[in-house]
């Protein structure tokens, strides 16, 4: 299911416009990146434990010119 799909459900479901809904999706989404941001970790009971964490860079490849790139 994307964003689209997601934002007609519930608009379904609901008496709100498609265009409600979307902002209403835009702007949790937009809320729990902020929380990321700012904390490094976003915890919802009943869907899931986000948390930021650095990598280590790996290797790739630019298609075009074959070059070797950190990723």
Known sequence: MNKNEL????ASKT???TKDVLFIIDLI???MKN???NEGRLE???LGSFEVRE????KGRI???GEMVDI
């Open 44 to 46: 919802l009971r009943g």
């Open 15 to 17: 008496r709100l416009s």
């Open 7 to 10: 934002c007609a459900l519930v």
């Open 55 to 58: 990598r280590a860079p790996r």
């Open 35 to 37: 929380g990321l941001c």
């Open 29 to 31: 989404l937009t809320t």
């Open 63 to 65: 298609i075009a010119t």
